[in-house]
């Protein structure tokens, strides 16, 4: 009998332990630091006359906050779906975890890829990568400019850096696909071409957004992020 017993003791203090284990998992699943809507380093003017305020407000302070937010509630049942092992749920929730993930991923590169009193060339490492890719800095811009007109309805034309090959590569992707989940390449510069990003002030002759945005490019921000690529 007292064998037993022992063995209904541990029993207990095995299944205490185990919802104890299970308590403190879901505790720090729930404490999760949420997306947070990234501070802009310029005011939303600053971009002017290139990309007026107006368009900067609505871009970072409603467009890009709607993304975080619908990411932040996607990635919370999602959670919820694997707790139950439900595996339907998990499914049908990719499509707003690819979109609204990558938006959030997208502007943040975008906002720092901006900055007043940019524009130019890029010096140093970066302008002898894509001269060695493109032939110059003007046929990389241009090359750059065409895919970012040529998408078809919303999406981005970036700058990447191919790890495998080690040299700089152009792509457009749709809606907020973002590149390196998408291409396997890591983003550089981005160009966004959703009608949000220029409408307000170019309305529907998206050559000449793209035009002016090279005179706001931070070629410094882009700079860093190829060096961070090729480590």
């Known amino acids: 009998v007292l064998s037993i017993m022992n063995m209904l003791c541990k029993a207990g203090q095995i299944r205490r332990c185990a919802a104890s284990l299970s308590q403190a998992i879901n505790q720090v699943a729930a404490s999760r630091q949420k997306h947070t809507l990234p501070d802009l380093t310029y005011d939303y003017g600053a971009l002017e006359p290139?990309?007026?305020a107006e368009i900067m407000q609505l871009h970072h302070s409603k467009h890009h906050a709607t993304y975080v937010n619908n990411l932040n509630i996607a990635e919370e049942k999602y959670k919820e779906a694997l707790a139950k092992?439900?595996?339907?749920a998990q499914v049908a929730l990719q499509p707003a975890l690819r979109f609204n993930g990558g938006g959030h991923i997208n502007h943040t590169i975008f906002w720092t890829n901006l900055s007043p009193n940019s524009g130019g060339e890029p010096q140093g490492e970066l302008l002898e990568a894509i001269k060695r890719d493109f032939g110059s800095f003007q046929k990389m811009k241009e090359k750059m400019s065409a895919a970012a007109v040529a998408v078809q309805g919303s999406g981005w034309s970036w700058l990447g850096y191919d790890k495998d090959s080690g040299r700089l590569r152009i792509a457009a992707c749709a809606n907020q696909d973002p590149l390196q989940g998408t291409t396997g390449l890591v983003p550089l510069l981005g160009i966004d071409v959703w009608e949000h990003a220029y409408y307000l002030q170019y309305k529907n002759v998206r050559p000449d957004y793209v035009k002016a945005?090279?005179?706001v490019?931070?070629?410094e921000n882009v700079s860093e992020r190829l060096?961070?690529?090729k480590k």
Request: net charge negative; proline share 0%; no cysteine.
């Open 213 to 215: 945005i090279w005179n």
């Open 217 to 219: 490019v931070n070629w």
């Open 85 to 88: 092992g439900d595996v339907t």
């Open 227 to 229: 060096q961070t690529a």
């Open 50 to 52: 290139h990309i007026n």
